[in-house]
């Protein structure tokens, strides 16, 4: 093997290694979703707990990403290779957020457990289901450069959208009928709103496995469903 052989060698093992270490860490933060709503679901407060400490290793693995990403960029690279770069940093940063989320979801969880069960956890739990799989979803259209699959995700978060706008009509209704629900029927909309940022994120990830793809070419326009506007809690 000659050097030139072996340096291009070592460039793409270092490529595989941040794509995979990307992979992984969006791996847990979808792990980390599910045990969160699982978490609401058991009235966990232990596991909850477990969960809020957990998002400590996610942010320990953007770190090391970004670290690679210096490592690989100060090596001159062309102009694909730049853009593998670029992607991984955004969606990694776009996956610590969606751990920061599912943390938040568990660490309200316990708040929750303090008043009696409501029945729009199960609403929650369906909010949650789809922004796992439109995580799981976008992270194998990222590790395969599949754009249709990209493309078919984002078009997917007018679900969330909508099942989020649902949700929180509900919940609003419910506090109007019972004013001992508000407290917790509060936290179930600040849940849901960490659910849809969720899903907002898928969508950001799928962006940008277009622009690893197809460069500068625009992105098809995309449909958006919430419309609870500023009566959304942030």
Same mark, same amino acid.
Not at 115 to 123: I, S, T
Not at 148 to 156: D, G
């Given at each position: 093997m000659t050097m030139h052989d072996h340096i291009v060698k070592s460039y793409d093992d270092e490529q595989r290694r941040l794509l995979d270490e990307t992979l992984r860490m969006g791996e847990m933060a979808a792990s980390q979703l599910e045990?969160? #709503?699982?978490?609401?679901? /058991? /009235?966990d407060d232990k596991a909850a707990e477990r969960i809020i400490a957990n998002d400590e290793a996610i942010d320990a693995l953007e770190q090391e990403i970004s670290h690679d990403v210096m490592k690989l960029a100060l090596r001159g690279p062309m102009a694909r290779d730049l853009r593998e770069i670029l992607a991984a940093i955004r969606i990694a940063s776009d996956i610590e957020r969606v751990g920061d989320y599912a943390a938040n979801v568990a660490k309200r969880s316990t708040a929750l457990n303090l008043?009696? @069960?409501? @029945?729009?956890?199960?609403?929650l739990h369906a909010l949650g289901t789809l922004a796992v799989a439109q995580l799981r979803d976008v992270l194998a259209a990222y590790r395969d450069n599949d754009v249709?699959?990209?493309?078919?995700?984002?078009? /997917?978060d007018a679900e969330i959208d909508t099942a989020y706008t649902g949700l929180f009509r509900e #919940?609003?209704?419910?506090?109007?009928?019972?004013?001992?629900?508000?407290?917790?029927?509060?936290?179930?909309l600040f849940m849901a709103?960490?659910? &849809?940022?969720?899903?907002?994120?898928?969508?950001?990830?799928?962006?940008?496995?277009?622009? #690893?793809?197809?460069?500068?070419? @625009? #992105? @098809?326009?995309? &449909?958006?469903?919430?419309?609870t506007n500023t009566a959304s809690p942030v």
């Open positions: 045990a969160a #709503l699982d978490v609401v679901q /058991r /009235r008043a009696p @069960p409501l @029945p729009h956890v199960a609403g249709e699959l990209a493309q078919r995700v984002r078009a /997917r #919940l609003l209704t419910y506090m109007m009928e019972d004013a001992r629900s508000i407290t917790a029927c509060t936290h179930l709103k960490n659910i &849809e940022r969720i899903g907002d994120h898928a969508t950001n990830i799928a962006e940008n496995v277009w622009f #690893l793809v197809k460069g500068e070419q @625009p #992105l @098809p326009p995309r &449909e958006k469903r919430d419309d």
